[in-house]
């Protein structure tokens, strides 16, 4: 026969059998929730930060899914290149603390975390995804220690942290002759003129003619850039918006320390 027996409540919170770990009345350890519910949200925050440094670090590769995009490489710089404000090389290793303030803040996409080990994740500047626009100032508004000095936009304008260097056989008059001209069209410091590929052709006029001085049509003229370095500031127009892939014809090598136009 079955025997049913009334058992009193205790007031006692319920114990673990050998822990004397206060329980839930669900068999669940309090403490130990409260642990792994603080353990999942470090995971979730943790796991946005990596995924947005990841996205500021690699670019797409495709199109929407519908077309490989072919990505601009990097090129081989003598000097890097620092940003507007920082004054030097030297004074941006020696003063900035890798805070990333002026990395998050950039909006044209052209600061990096650097790689190398004399100045890990400090920001160094590069053109493959934007171009540093002469009208900003946000990095210099950032910085927290001086590394990169407050600048005025009209400072900023006059700041050369570099210059542009062509190289003939990537452009694309020279590589697949056909006319382009986008580097000096696009250069907000007019610091690049367009000049005949073509010995001896010159202009006369609004006509363009040859080497014996006989009339050529202007779709036959192919034009090549040449930098007037004084006038550069380095600020990457050129290089970014350059059509020849995956290495643009025309790059900014840096200065070492800024200079002044």
């Known amino acids: 026969a079955l025997h049913f027996t009334n058992k009193t409540p205790s007031d006692s919170p319920m114990k673990g059998e050998n822990s004397g770990q206060e329980v839930s009345p669900i068999g669940g350890d309090l403490e130990g929730s409260g642990r792994r519910a603080a353990l999942t949200s470090i995971a979730l925050l943790a796991g946005t930060a990596l995924a947005k440094a990841q996205s500021k670090v690699e670019p797409k590769t495709t199109d929407g899914g519908l077309a490989d995009i072919i990505k601009k490489?990097?090129?081989?710089?003598?000097?890097?290149?620092?940003?507007?404000?920082?004054l030097s090389i030297r004074n941006l290793r020696t003063h900035c603390t890798a805070c990333q303030l002026c990395i998050d803040?950039?909006?044209?996409?052209?600061?990096?975390?650097?790689?190398?080990?004399?100045?890990?994740?400090?920001?160094?500047?590069?053109?493959?995804?934007?171009?540093?626009r002469p009208e900003c100032t946000r990095c210099s508004e950032v910085c927290p220690t001086s590394a990169i000095r407050p600048v005025t936009v009209e400072q900023r304008t006059a700041i050369q942290v570099g210059h542009a260097v062509w190289t003939r056989d990537l452009c694309i008059p020279v590589r697949d002759e056909k006319p382009c001209g986008l580097c000096a069209r696009k250069c907000p410091a007019q610091a690049i003129q367009m000049v005949p590929l073509q010995a001896g052709v010159h202009q006369d006029g609004w006509r363009w003619r040859d080497a014996d001085n006989n009339e050529i049509p202007r779709e036959k003229v192919l034009l090549i850039p040449v930098v007037n370095e004084e006038k550069?500031?380095?600020?990457?127009?050129?290089?970014?918006?350059?059509?020849?892939?995956?290495?643009?014809?025309?790059?900014?090598?840096?200065h070492e320390v800024h200079r002044e136009i």
């Open 105 to 132: 803040a950039c909006p044209n996409d052209v600061l990096r975390p650097s790689s190398s080990l004399d100045r890990f994740m400090q920001p160094e500047v590069s053109y493959e995804r934007g171009y540093c």
């Open 232 to 254: 550069c500031i380095g600020c990457g127009a050129c290089e970014n918006l350059c059509p020849s892939s995956p290495i643009s014809a025309i790059c900014v090598e840096g």
């Open 73 to 86: 490489k990097k090129p081989k710089r003598e000097k890097l290149i620092t940003p507007p404000g920082s």
